[in-house]
Nanobody, 119 residues
């Protein structure tokens, strides 16, 4: 069982920055891939960024060049640095963990943290 707890969401103006954090209850070296997804009202949950155990990263086209995902094995945490935020980035952001590479989707999720980009 893996518990994930997000923090760092909030209200920010367009063009601003935020850093989301996700704390895992287990040694994240044992987790194949971790990532961030987001879900806006009335929309499906979508992938934002993922990072594997070997630090290979993948980003949604809409956030490439603006967001950066990172993984800290010493603290069992992952982060999402978000720059040049746009109103369309507003959503609930969820931390995820996919414990095995054979899984198609993450098998653990955090409770989510709200990000609102508005002037």
């Amino acid at each position: 069982q893996v518990q994930l707890v997000e923090s760092g969401g909030g209200l920010v103006q367009p063009g601003g920055s935020l850093r989301l954090s996700c704390s895992a209850s287990t040694n994240i070296f044992n987790i194949y891939a971790m990532g961030w997804y987001r879900q806006a009202p009335g929309e499906q949950r979508e992938l934002v960024a993922t990072i594997t155990r070997t630090r290979n990263t993948n980003y949604a086209d809409s956030v490439k060049g603006r967001f950066a995902i990172s993984r800290d094995y010493t603290k069992n945490m992952i982060y999402l640095r978000m720059d040049s935020l746009k109103p369309e980035d507003s959503a609930v952001y969820y931390c995820s963990a996919k414990t095995d590479y054979i899984l198609e989707y993450p098998n653990y999720w955090g409770q989510g943290t709200q990000v609102t980009v508005s002037s």
